[in-house]
C-alpha cells in the first residue's frame, strides 16, 4: 500500500506502533521520503519518542512513508511510492504524514506518530478519515526528528479514536494525564473562516446532531499569521536541507519549492516574528472568553491523486491549519463525513498547554454526537 517505509521490530508490547520516517530509529537510516537521504548514516540513537514508546512496551512495527523531506501537503512520493488513502483511494492521503494517517485508516497500527510544521498531522488526518492531534508546540521532545531545529514543527498521534490519542499522549510525553470526561457542554466558539459550503455544512450538521451551539468569532490576523508562518517554513527549511537541492537527487516539486524558500529573507522571518506574537495574543484573548476554537480542518475536500501533482496549487489547503502552528496552541482533527461520503475534518484548538483538556472536549463532542 505504499505506506511502510522499513519493517521494523523493536519492542515486543501489546500497543503496535508505526513512526514517520522523519524520527530517528537506532541502526536504521531515516530517509524522510527522499532518495536523496537513501545513502545517509543509520542513525546512533533512538528520537526520544521512540525510547518513550519503547519503554511503555509498545512494539514499533514500521516506519511509515512521507511526503519527501517532510516538505509538501499532498503526500505524493515517487521514490518510494505515494500511500493509498485507504478509506478514499482516489483522493491524496495528505502530507506530510501520509503514511501515519493511512496506516492508522488501514488498521495497521493502534497509534502511530506524525510530525506537524504547518499542518501535517491534521491535513492527512482529514483526509484519511482519522483523528490526529499536534500538541502544543514544545510539549513532546523532538530530539531525534528532522530536521532537528524548527521554531513550529511538533510531533503527535493519528488513532481511530481520542482514546487512543491520550493514550498515545500519555507514552510520548510523560507530563501529559488524560483529564476526567467533562459533565457539562464547553463553551465553543466558531470562527469565521473561507470553507466550501458543504463542509461548513457538515460540521453544523454534526454539531447539531450533539445539541451544541457555537458563537461565531473572527481572527482578524488570520490571513497574516498563515503567511507567515509559510515564511518561518520556507527558510528553516532551506536552511536544513540547501544543500541537497545540488544533489539532483530531490522530487522536481521540493526541489523548486526548496530553490523558492531560498529567497526567504530574514527581515521576512523577523517581521513574521511580529506576527506571531500579535495573532497568539488575539487567539488567547478569545480562549480567555470561550473553553475552545473549533473551525473545519481543511477549506475543501481533499483533491484526487490524478489532480494533485502540483503541490503548490495547493498549498490554500493548509489555511485552517498553519496559523496554529505559528501560534503554537493544541489542535486535533476529528474525522466527519459529508452527505455524498466525502472526508470532512473538524479542527479543535485549546489554550497552550491544554492538550488533555482539548481531548476531553473532542470526546465530549463526539460522544454527544453518536
Known amino acids: 500500500m505504499n505506506i511502510i517505509v522499513q519493517e521494523v521490530q523493536k519492542g515486543t508490547g501489546a500497543l503496535k506502533v508505526m513512526v514517520k520516517d522523519s524520527i530517528d530509529i537506532q541502526g536504521m537510516r531515516t530517509m524522510a521520503g527522499s532518495q536523496a537521504l537513501m545513502q545517509s548514516q543509520p542513525a546512533s540513537t533512538n528520537a526520544d519518542v521512540v525510547d518513550r514508546i519503547l519503554a511503555a512496551d509498545c512494539q514499533i512495527t514500521a516506519k511509515t512513508n512521507l511526503h519527501e523531506l517532510a516538505f509538501g501537503i499532498t503526500g505524493i512520493n515517487h521514490t518510494f511510492g505515494t500511500a493509498i488513502n485507504p478509506k478514499y483511494p482516489e483522493l491524496i492521503p495528505g502530507g506530510s504524514s501520509s503514511g501515519s494517517a493511512a496506516a492508522i485508516a488501514a488498521g495497521l497500527a493502534d497509534f502511530t506518530l506524525g510530525t506537524d510544521t504547518g499542518g501535517s498531522i491534521r491535513m ?69 473562516v473561507d470553507a466550501d459550503s458543504v463542509v461548513i455544512e457538515t460540521i453544523q450538521h454534526y454539531l447539531n446532531q450533539a445539541n451544541l451551539t457555537a458563537s461565531a468569532v473572527t481572527l482578524e490576523g488570520f490571513k497574516a499569521a498563515f503567511d507567515a508562518g509559510m515564511q518561518i517554513i520556507n527558510y528553516e527549511n532551506w536552511q536544513a536541507y540547501a544543500e541537497l537541492t545540488e544533489t539532483g537527487l530531490l522530487g522536481a516539486d521540493v526541489n523548486a519549492r526548496l530553490l523558492k524558500a531560498a529567497e526567504t529573507t530574514l527581515a521576512q522571518v523577523e517581521q513574521a516574528e511580529q506576527v506571531k506574537v500579535r495573532f ?60 455524498e461520503g466525502l472526508p470532512v475534518g473538524l479542527q479543535i484548538v485549546a489554550k497552550h498547554n491544554a492538550d488533555e483538556y482539548l481531548c476531553a472536549v473532542a470526546k465530549y463532542i463526539v460522544n454527544a454526537a453518536q
Open 124 to 192: 492527512p488526518a482529514a483526509c484519511c478519515g482519522v483523528y490526529g492531534l499536534k500538541p502544543t508546540f514544545g510539549r513532546v521532545s523532538r530530539a531525534g526528528v528532522h530536521p532537528a531545529s524548527s521554531s513550529l514543527d511538533c510531533v503527535g498521534p493519528f488513532a481511530n479514536s481520542v482514546d487512543m490519542i491520550e493514550s498515545a499522549m500519555q507514552i510520548i510525553d510523560l507530563t501529559f494525564h488524560a483529564q476526567a470526561e467533562l459533565v457539562q457542554a464547553p463553551k465553543l466558539a466558531w470562527l469565521n
Open 280 to 339: 497568539t495574543g488575539e487567539i488567547d484573548a478569545l480562549l480567555d472568553q470561550y473553553d475552545v476554537l473549533i473551525l473545519p480542518t481543511l477549506p475543501q475536500f481533499p483533491p484526487k491523486v490524478a489532480d494533485a501533482e502540483n503541490t503548490v496549487a495547493f498549498l490554500n489547503l493548509t489555511g485552517l491549519v498553519r496559523p496554529f502552528n505559528l501560534s503554537g496552541h493544541p489542535a486535533i482533527s476529528i474525522p466527519l463525513q459529508s452527505s
